[in-house]
């Protein structure tokens, strides 16, 4: 049984975790995006957003597909072709092909909308 805790320990110290639900600003005048993983070919980011949303004159336009989830609260996004609007809640997640036009139109004010979003080739 020593050996086996020994391992898991040994383990445990190479490994970093975390949580994603943790660390929640208690003010957020400002989207945040934190880089969870990053490498040449993947990108996995989380992101917190309360009431924010893209400027409509904005659009993302990103060179890599996005694959984004809504893990908490939930959230609007506007896809330029056809001005078709998706709601997402927790749970819901969407594929988002290199240079799809985009914005978020809607995060509720009153509380925290935690996305996970992974970028890749």
């Known amino acids: 049984m020593k050996a086996r805790l020994i391992l898991v320990f040994f ?4 490994v970093a975790m975390t949580n994603i639900m943790c660390n929640i600003p208690a ?13 040449s070919s993947v990108r996995i980011e989380r992101i917190i957003s309360k009431g924010h949303t893209t400027p409509n004159e904005d659009w993302y336009d990103q060179d890599e597909h ?4 809504v893990v908490k609260g939930e959230a ?12 997402l809640q927790e749970g819901d997640y969407i594929n988002i092909p290199a240079h799809q036009r985009h ?19």
């Open 27 to 39: 003010e957020l005048p400002e989207e945040v995006f934190e880089d969870i993983v990053k490498t």
């Open 66 to 69: 996005e694959w984004v989830l």
């Open 76 to 87: 609007r996004i506007r896809i330029e072709e056809n001005n078709r609007e998706i709601h």
């Open 103 to 121: 914005q978020v139109s809607w995060t509720p004010p009153d509380t925290e909308t935690i996305w996970l979003a992974v970028f890749y080739s």
């Open 11 to 14: 383990i445990w110290g190479l």
